[in-house]
């Protein structure tokens, strides 16, 4: 049954068998929704038109929010069924769709199939992917800016360059696609459905089209060109295949022909991981200029030396006729892990406070061996700026030292950050519930003057070097008894030359430290148990964070003084009043992507804001 207040909507499906059973609701009218298990917090996959799917234990139940504020989990993929998608008539191969590349009598047929491929397929294809930021908007338009055609053992695979339009912009975006037929490529055909863009048709002949991440032989064929390092001539550019020097150690165990391909829930990228030996990122999203995870990737593996990472094993290069330069794919050596550190922070705070229900007024202290990884995360953290301190005679990474100059623009930065929140707490006022009016009084009241104080007194101290940029605990895998950093791009909202300017380390410190506040929240915002107290679990996750923070900071300080990564205990102690300033900025930056989207996340946030700025 459902039960609905406005625009809330709570469903409950009870099984009251014996055994196991399935069930499919029809919840049409709350198409689009998705579903929140109200006891863990966890997201399910969003309600479609058809019948919604559940599997129940024996005498189990679910209680879901149907909510329209909630994003799909990561792992969801909006796929349609091969049956509800276009026919498109490829006369002539990937030639159908290019007039210049068809006899003259067939030229108007090439208008017409390009003129489908790009009004009506690729739309539809482009606005139901992760990786397009416009998906909430109706696409007005996508059309072909730039290709080329790679071949392989006797298949070829569309290289794509798409100019991609909403209501308000036009960004580009890289797609690879992949023909596979009916006739004599069964299993290839099986595993290219779920990521059909078109059915196709020659004659008699019928396939499908589909996004290339899904099929084994397109990695085949990235790989054996990265190996030949092939120059593919475009219709307006250039396709470099760069190998690194790391390239053969890390494909080796690769066969001739991959079979094992999983794609992991990313939103900037589609990310493979090809026999379990290497990830293959296609990067969807397309700019000129270095791609900053490729370039740190390099330098870490190749300069560096430095082992908690992702190597980088080569790159794909979009070389335009005028010379500008883009990366479209990136192979690294796939890291074995046991997932992310954000999930491992989680699930220990939220089985901590589990162990605090009522009636155990006694306070048990957080898990060693937890603190003790948190300590390693430190190290390591604090081993990665020690790497990206070191002197090779490269320009774009050699540190520089800290400058009045670069504390005054420091500071602006913060502020500018600050005056975003406030300006958007003034826009979303209403949405605000009356418990949270004092934290946007608070924020709006204070200025932070005594913590810009601190700061403004700190002499310039340490060296500027490039960081992480994107620092937070879902970057981190945990492999084994260790942990190795990921995603070295940063946000890609910021402009290329800023990502790549050098900072100070203590900015992924403060990055670091805000995602465990982050933490906190999350295990609060999942709910309280029946018998628990909402005030008394507050104080406990309170308590929990400190700890978690002393525990981490400590550990860095330790290990970047024994690295080298900060000179003596003095210019670290005159550093750390621009620590807290870093983490109000963090904190600032990202309010102003949860203020207008989720609220209720929010709220943590605004209250680790205002707990700062009052500091």
């Not at 625009?7 to 068998?17: I, P, R, T, W």
């Not at 998906?135 to 794509?160: F, K, N, P």
């Not at 020659?202 to 996004?211: E, F, H, L, T």
Request: a negative charge; proline letters at 6%.
């Amino acid at each position: 049954y459902v039960r609905e207040l406005g625009d809330e909507a709570v469903l409950c499906v009870a099984n009251l068998a014996r055994t196991a059973q399935p069930v499919e609701i029809d919840l049409a009218r709350f198409s689009g929704r998705v579903p929140v298990e109200m006891m863990g917090g966890n997201a399910f996959a969003p309600v479609a038109d058809s019948g919604y799917a559940l599997t129940l234990p024996a005498h189990g139940f679910f209680w879901l929010r149907l909510a329209v504020d909630v994003a799909p989990p990561d792992w969801y993929v909006d796929r349609r069924p091969v049956e509800d998608l276009g026919v498109l008539v490829l006369f002539d191969g990937w030639n159908s769709l290019f007039r210049d590349r068809v006899v003259p009598w067939r030229i108007a047929m090439a208008i017409r199939t390009l003129a489908q491929f790009e009004e009506r397929v690729l739309p539809a294809y482009i606005a139901r992917q992760r990786w397009f930021t416009g998906r909430d908007e109706a696409l007005a338009r996508a059309r072909i800016a730039d290709h080329a055609v790679l071949d392989h053992e006797g298949r070829e695979w569309l290289l794509s360059l798409l100019d991609a339009r909403s209501a308000d912009d036009a960004v580009r975006w890289f797609a690879p696609f992949a023909l596979a037929w009916e006739d004599g490529e069964d299993e290839r055909l099986r595993l290219l459905q779920p990521a059909a863009v078109a059915k196709v048709r020659v004659g008699p002949r019928v396939g499908v089209m589909a996004d290339a991440q899904a099929d084994p032989a397109f990695c085949a064929a990235v790989l054996h060109a990265m190996a030949a390092r092939r120059e593919l001539r475009g219709a307006r550019c250039t396709l470099r295949f760069l190998p690194s020097a790391a390239f053969a150690d890390i494909v080796r165990r690769v066969p001739a022909t991959p079979s094992q391909l999983r794609v992991l829930p990313q939103a900037r990228s589609s990310t493979l991981v090809v026999e379990e030996c290497l990830f293959m990122k296609v990067l969807r999203q397309v700019g000129p200029g270095i791609h900053v995870e490729a370039e740190m990737g390099r330098f870490l593996t190749d300069v560096a030396h430095f082992e908690h990472h992702a190597a980088v094993a080569g790159t794909v290069e979009h070389v335009a006729d005028g010379g500008a330069t883009s990366s479209l794919i990136l192979l690294q050596a796939y890291l074995p892990n046991q997932g992310d550190a954000w999930a491992l922070a989680l699930d220990q705070l939220q089985l901590w406070l589990g162990r605090h229900g009522a009636g155990k007024p006694a306070v048990e202290p957080v898990d060693e061996g937890f603190l003790e990884r948190m300590r390693m995360l430190a190290r390591r953290t604090a081993e990665l700026h020690a790497a990206l301190h070191r002197r090779s005679g490269d320009a774009a990474f050699d540190p520089e030292p800290i400058d009045a100059a670069d504390l005054q623009r420091w500071a602006e930065q913060v502020r500018h950050c600050i005056d975003a929140v406030r300006a958007l707490l003034v826009e979303h006022a209403p949405s605000w519930a009356p418990a949270q009016q004092a934290l946007v009084q608070r924020v709006a009241a204070s200025g932070g003057q005594a913590v810009f104080a601190r700061a403004a007194a700190a002499a310039p101290a340490g060296m500027k070097t490039r960081i992480h940029g994107g620092f937070r605990l879902q970057e981190v895998l945990l492999v084994h008894s260790d942990f190795a950093f990921v995603d070295f791009e940063g946000d890609p909202r910021v402009p290329l030359a800023q990502r790549r300017a050098k900072q100070s380390p203590l900015r992924d410190v403060a990055a670091m430290l805000c995602s465990l506040d982050q933490v906190r929240d999350a295990a609060l915002l999942a709910g309280v148990q029946p018998d628990a107290d909402p005030a008394r679990r507050d104080a406990l996750a309170a308590q929990w964070l400190r700890t978690v923070r002393e525990a981490f900071l400590g550990a860095y300080a330790e290990s970047a003084l024994a690295t080298g990564g900060w000179p003596d205990s003095l210019a670290l102690d005159a550093a750390r009043p621009w620590l807290a300033l870093f983490e109000i900025e963090r904190i600032a930056q990202l309010l102003c992507d949860e203020i207008p989207q989720r609220p209720a996340t929010a709220a943590g946030l605004l209250a680790s804001l205002a707990d700062r700025l009052d500091a």
